[in-house]
């Protein structure tokens, strides 16, 4: 991605691990406008990476999600052809998609409960980087 | 989700099984104004329930993703951490995921002819919630 | 979908095989006007195919993500009930999902240095509809 005109805004997000799901609810509200009112909408850079909304409360909901990855999408199998050897972070990040756009109200997600936004690791440690944009809906 | 500003709009889903899979394409429909251009937005406000869309007609086909996405993943899985013991519908919600963006043109869905858009369940019963938003889309 | 006042503007795909990933990044990126600023959505009209991103560099990846959905989801199953016999093509329908949306910054696709737009195609060989819109993003 080319940075032109400032736009979209991108989040930085630095993986610790080789699979990893990261919280950037926080980080994403920040960039929304007191009173904005629309989707906010989020797009992975990357293509052994994704993008998804899942539990923010227990933590073993996300060490299920990524174990239960791993066990239907094996790291190695004998039919992968891809020279890196990473096509199972690959697959991953087709199953998990590479957007998730989010409505917005008076400046805030409006994400259920139970709903946290989660940059999704599929080959880290990297730096990653999430684009932003804020996408109006006008009054009804 | 606080309801704010009466938007987004919303739409109340309850669901009758554990895995049920709802056709709400009428219900969408009928929160399109005439005339209008843009974007349909659909976002589901919870993290073991998605939304997708499939086929319209034989409802057989339906039960089929449902058979599938049990069949991957199944229930009761020893490696599942999640006290609440319904990890799997969070993979499955993970799968599917939490929005469906739809085009409207003239004030009708866009849809394919075999498309319809579906409230999929797979913690059920419950009552949900299902966030509308209309982005307009201007005049080329 | 009925074609109504112009809009959605389409791009049409003609598969070659059952199943096959196609890459309309250029075809999309050809609909872009100059100096747009938003995000390109794009909608998948069919209920067999899909849309999504990944590698757009070595063919492998493309290769190795067909054939692991072919692993995760057999074509034939004694479970499947749907008469057309191909509820394989609607569940990697639904795990690939109907629409991508993508950020654009001066008339520019967004996408990351090895992100591609891939029509995934379940069931072919067909011919097949993407519908594209374009949603602006005001100025900060």
């Known amino acids: 991605m080319a940075a032109i005109s400032g736009r979209p805004i991108t989040i930085e997000v630095r993986s610790a691990r080789h699979s990893q799901m990261i919280n950037i609810t926080a980080a994403v509200a920040a960039k929304v406008p007191?009173?904005?009112?629309?989707?906010?909408?989020?797009?992975?850079?990357?293509?052994?990476?994704?993008?998804?909304?899942?539990?923010n409360a227990d933590p073993d909901v996300v060490?299920?999600?990524?174990?239960?990855?791993?066990?239907?999408v094996p790291w190695?199998?004998?039919?992968?052809?891809?020279?890196?050897?990473?096509?199972?972070?690959?697959?991953k990040a087709?199953?998990?998609?590479?957007?998730?756009?989010?409505?917005v109200a008076d400046g805030r997600l409006q994400l259920g409960v139970w709903q946290g936004?989660?940059?999704?690791?599929?080959?880290?440690?990297?730096?990653?980087?999430?684009?932003?944009?804020l996408i109006p809906e006008p009054a009804p």
Chains 1, 2, 3 share one sequence.
Request: charged share 15%.
């Open 34 to 55: 007191d009173a904005y009112q629309g989707i906010c909408h989020l797009f992975c850079l990357h293509t052994t990476a994704g993008l998804t909304i899942n539990e």
């Open 63 to 72: 060490t299920d999600l990524l174990a239960e990855l791993d066990r239907l």
């Open 94 to 103: 087709m199953l998990t998609g590479a957007s998730v756009t989010v409505p």
């Open 117 to 133: 936004i989660y940059f999704c690791e599929f080959d880290g440690p990297r730096n990653r980087t999430v684009a932003l944009q």
């Open 76 to 91: 190695r199998q004998p039919h992968f052809r891809h020279g890196e050897g990473n096509s199972a972070a690959h697959v």
